[in-house]
C-alpha cells in the first residue's frame, strides 16, 4: 500500500477532516502514556531535544524547563526510562546540517506508523491513515494560519490533544518557497559544514518562529528546538517540509551522492527510532530515505506519498532557473558577449576569503551597523572577474557569512542588510542549543551563508566598486527581551574561485 498524506486544510481544517480527526484522538492516546514508554508523546518529543534532564543554561529561559510548562501532565513525566533508551533514542536533532531532511523523514515515518497502529488497533479508524501536512505557503487560499481543529481548547467535549496554549503565533508573511528554485542540494538541503539549508532557513526556521511567536514576556514552545515537537503542530509543519523535499526531487533534483552523506557517516548521533513499548529499534541512514519509498525497519519498503507535489505552492513564487539566470546576470555585465554557450560550472560559494569584520559583534534591539573591511588584493579579483565575465569564463560570485552567530533570543528573525539593501532574512531557530558547548554545534553558534551577488555587480556597473568596505546592517524581529542576546564572532565576505 502506497499512504498518501493529505493536506489538513482539507475540509476547512476543521474536525470535518477525519483524518485530522484521527490524528488528534491517536496523539490523545500517545499523550496519556508516561514517558518511559517509547511510544508516548513525551518519549517522542525528547527524540527531537528535551528540557526534561537536560535544563536551560539562561535563568531567563527557565520557564522552557518541561516541569515550568503549565499545559504538561508532570505526572506523565516520571518515572524516566532506562538509560540506555535515553542514551540511545533522545536529543538526536540534525538542524544546520546536510542530514536535517533525511533524519527528519524517518522520524515522520516512525511516529506516523506508532499512530496508525494506535488508529487501526485501539480505536478502529482506517487502516490507510497517514500524517496530513499544513501547508502555509498556500496564501491564495487562505491557508496560512493555523488550521481551526488545532485553535479550539475542546474536542467532544473533553481537552483537545491538539491544543497547545503556549503557541503564540499569527503572522505567517514572512514564510516562503523560494529555495524551492535551489538546484544544488548543498545550498538546498545544507553543507557538509554547520550551515543551513535554504529550505531549513525558510520556511522551516521560519515557520517555528512564526508559529512559536513571543507572548510579550515569553516565547511559544515551537520557537525552542528542546520543546518544539511538544506541539502537535511539529509534525504537521515537517511533514510540509518533507512535502517539499519530495516535490524538489520530483521536478529532476538529485540529493547527494556523496558517502558520507549516504550513510550518515559524522552525524552527531545514529539514527535510531523506537518502534514499540519494548523499544524495538529502527536503525536507518539517509541511504534508506532519499525517497518517499523508504526501506523501513528489517528492510520493508514503506511508500508514501503527498496530494500535491507542485514545486511551489502559490503561483506568485517567480525563480529563475539556474541558466536563465545566469543569463541574465551575464548581459548586464557585457552586453556584448555571445551568452548561448554558458559553460555548465558550479561554483564554490566559501573558497577565498576578501574581507572580514575587526571584532564580534553584539546585537542591540532594531538595526546595528558594523563595517566588514576588504582586502585590496582578494577583492581586486572579484573586480577582474567581472571585467573579463563570458560565457566561458565565469565571474565570481560574493557570499556574505555571519560566522558563531550565538545567543539566547532564539525566536527571532534577523534582516541583513548591505549598504542599506535588504540582502536576506534569517532564522534564529535553533539558536541556544548551537550556542553551548555541549549542544548540537558544540558551541560553534549557528552560520548563515548568504549571497550578495547581484550587490557586487550593481557596484561594478555603478562604478562604485572601488571600496574599502562594506556597511553591514543587521535588524532583529523582535525587540530583546530583558537578558536575551545575540552576538556575531565575524562577518566574513568570500568570493568563488573559477
Not at 521560519?206 to 512559536?212: C, S
Not at 530515505?289 to 511551489?312: A, E, K, R
Amino acid at each position: 500500500m502506497i499512504f498518501l498524506r493529505k493536506n489538513v486544510w482539507n475540509n476547512g481544517g476543521t474536525f470535518d477532516n477525519t483524518n485530522l480527526l484521527w490524528y488528534a484522538k491517536a496523539v490523545g492516546v500517545m499523550k496519556s502514556k508516561p514517558i518511559s514508554d517509547p511510544t508516548s508523546w513525551w518519549f517522542y518529543a525528547t527524540i527531537h531535544d528535551e528540557y526534561l534532564i537536560s535544563l536551560p543554561r539562561e535563568p531567563g529561559l527557565d520557564y522552557l524547563r518541561w516541569k515550568n510548562i503549565a499545559s504538561l501532565p508532570q505526572d506523565k513525566l516520571a518515572p524516566l526510562p532506562p538509560k540506555s533508551q535515553i542514551d540511545m533514542f533522545w536529543k538526536q536533532c540534525t538542524h544546520s546540517s546536510w542530514f536535517f531532511l533525511p533524519w527528519h523523514r524517518g522520524y515522520l515515518a516512525a511516529i506516523e506508523n506508532i499512530l496508525r497502529d494506535i488508529i487501526t488497533k485501539e480505536l478502529g479508524g482506517p487502516s490507510d491513515w497517514a500524517l496530513p501536512y499544513w501547508n502555509y505557503l498556500k496564501v491564495k487560499e487562505n491557508q496560512n494560519q493555523l488550521p481551526p481543529a488545532f485553535k479550539q481548547p475542546l474536542l467532544e467535549g473533553k481537552p483537545n490533544p491538539l491544543f497547545v496554549p503556549e503557541r503564540y503565533g499569527n503572522d505567517f508573511s514572512d514564510l516562503n518557497d523560494k529555495c524551492q528554485g535551489e538546484i544544488s542540494f548543498s545550498i538546498y538541503g545544507g553543507p557538509t559544514n554547520n550551515i543551513n539549508g535554504a529550505i531549513e532557513n525558510n520556511p522551516h526556521g521560519f515557520g517555528h518562529d512564526a508559529i512559536g511567536s513571543n507572548n510579550g514576556t515569553q516565547d511559544g514552545i515551537m520557537g525552542h528546538v528542546p520543546t518544539a515537537a511538544l506541539d502537535p503542530i511539529f509534525y504537521l509543519h515537517h511533514c510540509n517540509i518533507d512535502r517539499m523535499w519530495a516535490a524538489w526531487n520530483q521536478h529532476g533534483n538529485n540529493n547527494p551522492t556523496d558517502s558520507k552523506w549516504l550513510t550518515s557517516f559524522e552525524a552527531r548521533k545514529p539514527f535510531a527510532m523506537p518502534l514499540d513499548k519494548a523499544g524495538t529499534t529502527w536503525h536507518y541512514i539517509s541511504k534508506d530515505v532519499t525517497s518517499t519509498n523508504i526501506i523501513y525497519y528489517g528492510g520493508v519498503p514503506y511508500q508514501f506519498t503527498y496530494d500535491d507535489l507542485s514545486l511551489f505552492s502559490d503561483a506568485k513564487t517567480k525563480v529563475l532557473a539556474p541558466t536563465d539566470a545566469l543569463t541574465l546576470r551575464l548581459d548586464r555585465l557585457n552586453p556584448n558577449l555571445d551568452s548561448t554557450k554558458i559553460t555548465k560550472k558550479r561554483v564554490n560559494p566559501n573558497a577565498e576569503l576578501v574581507g572580514a569584520s575587526g571584532s564580534p559583534l553584539q546585537l542591540n534591539s532594531g538595526k546595528t551597523e558594523t563595517k566588514v573591511k576588504l582586502d585590496t588584493s582578494s577583492w581586486g579579483k572579484v573586480g577582474k572577474s567581472l571585467l573579463g565575465a563570458s560565457a566561458t569564463k565565469l565571474p565570481n560570485e560574493v557570499y556574505l557569512q555571519l560566522e558563531g552567530v550565538k545567543g539566547t533570543a532564539e525566536v527571532n528573525i534577523l534582516s541583513v542588510f548591505v549598504n542599506h539593501e535588504l540582502i536576506e532574512k534569517v532564522s534564529l531557530f535553533g539558536l541556544n542549543v548551537a550556542s553551548v558547548s555541549d549542544g548540537h554545534h558544540g558551541g560553534a553558534g549557528l552560520t548563515f551563508n548568504i549571497n550578495i551577488t547581484h550587490l557586487i555587480d550593481k557596484l561594478h556597473l555603478d562604478g562604485k566598486f572601488d571600496v574599502n568596505d562594506l556597511d553591514i546592517q543587521i535588524e532583529t524581529k523582535r525587540p530583546l527581551q530583558v537578558g536575551g542576546k545575540i552576538t556575531i564572532e565575524r562577518i566574513g565576505v568570500y568570493r568563488s574561485k573559477q
